[in-house]
């Protein structure tokens, strides 16, 4: 009578441990990867370096450019678009720690890892961006705000996309230079190939990052445009990683 109690305890027991402890260790994994993203040295002093180039082309640009030209949006196109070719670099490195770990199934927390330092440099960008037009002492265009919620919001989209580049060609590439250089030529490359041929050249915003970048970081946004902005998310963003994922599933096995 009393053993049958007593095994069912035990059972019930032992069953919660195992799944605390595979909660536990997913917890785990998340938030070290969340640590990683801009946590250790290395990335933090590439985040710097990625926001210094930002304020570097700003600076360059408001001194440069002509009147009509010192807007938020303006700036925030050159800034933004040069930073953006930093960001998928954390990416990479994300997927590199994936690597490395014991455990090589958990990649939706690396993955997920990139939004932190893609929102901080789209974030800080757009900080830089806008107190680099305030704070000139040369003249401004005559609406230096057109458009300045949606420019904001552009450049944190914009540095998403990039770093989610950055997850799918990691995982996809085993080398980390490799990979690097691969986030500068697939995307620019087909970009660049969709433009020599009249007929295929709508279809850039459609398919690459630098088609839709221009339209977010203008922030002349409509319905078409937000559309196609969703479509790259899909391919580069979740397609690239899906991909990539199942890549490194299969090289497990």
């Known amino acids: 009578m009393i053993t049958g109690p007593r095994t069912d305890t035990a059972a019930g027991k032992l069953s919660h441990p195992a799944g605390g402890r595979k909660a536990d260790t997913v917890d785990e994994t998340t938030r070290g990867a969340l640590r990683l993203s801009i946590g250790t040295r290395g990335r933090f002093w590439l985040l710097v370096g990625t926001l210094a180039a930002g304020l570097l082309s700003a600076v360059a640009l408001v001194a440069a450019a002509d009147r009509a030209d010192r807007t938020f949006a303006a700036v925030s196109g050159t800034a933004q678009s040069l930073m953006s070719v930093l960001t998928p670099l954390f990416g990479i490195l994300l997927v590199r720690d994936l690597r490395r770990a014991p455990d090589r199934t958990a990649v939706a927390p690396t993955v997920l890892a990139v939004l932190v330092p893609a929102v901080v440099i789209g974030v800080g960008g757009a900080l830089i961006c806008a107190a680099t037009v305030a704070l000139t002492p040369a003249a401004v265009a005559d609406e230096p705000w057109r458009h300045a919620g949606t420019v904001a919001l552009g450049s944190v989209l ?6 989610l580049v ?3 060609l990691g995982l996809l590439l085993r080398s980390t230079v490799l990979a690097f250089v691969a986030t ?24 690459t990052p630098f088609g839709s970048v221009r339209h977010l970081l203008s922030g002349e946004m409509s319905m078409l445009r937000w559309a196609q902005w969703l479509c790259v998310l899909l391919i ?5 990683n899906a991909l990539g994922a199942a890549a490194l ?3 497990g096995r």
Not at 158 to 163: R, Y
Not at 236 to 240: D, N, Q
């Open 236 to 240: 580069w963003g979740v397609g690239l």
């Open 184 to 207: 500068i030529v697939l995307p620019l490359g087909l970009f660049g190939l969709l433009g020599t041929v009249d007929a295929l050249r709508p279809a850039q915003p459609w398919l």
């Open 166 to 168: 950055g997850t799918g």
């Open 249 to 251: 599933r299969r090289r």
């Open 158 to 163: 914009v540095q998403v996309v990039a770093g």
